[in-house]
């Protein structure tokens, strides 16, 4: 049986009371903290760019004075963003053509063109910072592909279903270029790859007509840093000695290496069979 209500108690009775603010002191809190975070804003945008012509503060004997909230955004408009904050805004720069040499050809592919525009943004302006002449990025023809499967099998065979894949292409070209620079270009732009982005370069090196005396240089530079281990490289020091290499190819961690031992491997199953039959070598 509930109780009367003269019989509860105060604090369950004060729980059914809903307290309003006054509404003229709630405004009033309001907009004197609105002025508060329009001057913090003043004060903080004056203090980011020193250069000439930026909003400054106001001087001391003025501090204590409130500010327009008018005036804030004509004064916040006339802070100037850091050039390279500008250039995000505009197209990528590029230089120009010298010699008209086409050194590298790349060609950027995706499924989303939000990640192809992206990354072909971001492939021209290192271009641009690595000093070399860019050109693009310029739309190739899409790649259209379709497949045509049935949704069952069996009596089902006349219900299919169509699929489709598009892929698509920029294409950006360097021309007068290092190789040297242009490689550290493309190994910059593989690290910093965008992802669902896939990339295929061409490359073009241009040598002299003694081309075959700049390669023996090289080869004997390779030598004389390597040294010893030179021959280590392309087995050159067993060609030397064909002997060794015979019985490297004859020893039995060899052969158990590429699977001889194994069921149909080449060699009877048991290691050592063949060793238990004498052979003679006819001249």
Request: glycine share 8%; aromatic share 6%.
């Amino acid at each position: 049986m509930a109780s009367p209500a003269y019989a509860r108690s105060l604090v369950n009775l004060t729980k059914r009371l809903k307290l309003s603010p006054i509404a003229g002191r709630h405004v009033t809190v309001t907009q004197q903290k609105r002025r508060e975070s329009t001057q913090t804003v003043a004060q903080t945008a004056a203090t980011i760019d020193r250069t000439p012509g930026v909003a400054q503060l106001p001087s001391s004997d003025t501090d204590s004075a409130p500010i327009d909230p008018s005036k804030i955004e004509e004064e916040l408009s006339k802070i100037r963003l850091p050039r390279a904050v500008q250039a995000t805004y505009l197209d990528p720069l590029r230089h120009k053509t010298t010699h008209g040499i086409k050194m590298c050809e790349l060609q950027i592919r995706s499924y989303s063109v939000r990640n192809l525009e992206v990354f072909a943004d971001f492939a021209m302006r290192a271009a641009y910072y690595l000093k070399l002449p860019a050109k693009g990025p310029k739309p190739l023809p899409r790649i259209t592909e379709r497949w045509t499967v049935p949704r069952s099998n069996f009596v089902h065979k006349k219900s299919q279903e169509n699929f489709e894949r598009v892929t698509l292409r920029r294409g950006i070209e360097v021309f007068d270029g290092h190789p040297e620079t242009v490689a550290a270009w493309l190994g910059f732009l593989k690290k910093r790859q965008y992802y669902g982005v896939g990339m295929k370069a061409n490359v073009w090196e241009y040598g002299g007509v003694e081309v075959g005396k700049d390669l023996d240089a090289e080869a004997e530079r390779i030598a004389e840093r390597l040294g010893e281990e030179l021959n280590l490289v392309g087995g050159r020091g067993l060609m030397n000695e064909p002997g060794k290499v015979t019985g490297m190819l004859e020893a039995e961690p060899f052969k158990a290496q590429w699977g001889a031992h194994a069921a149909m491997g080449g060699i009877p199953s048991v290691p050592n069979a063949d060793k238990r039959v004498l052979t003679k070598k006819v001249q």
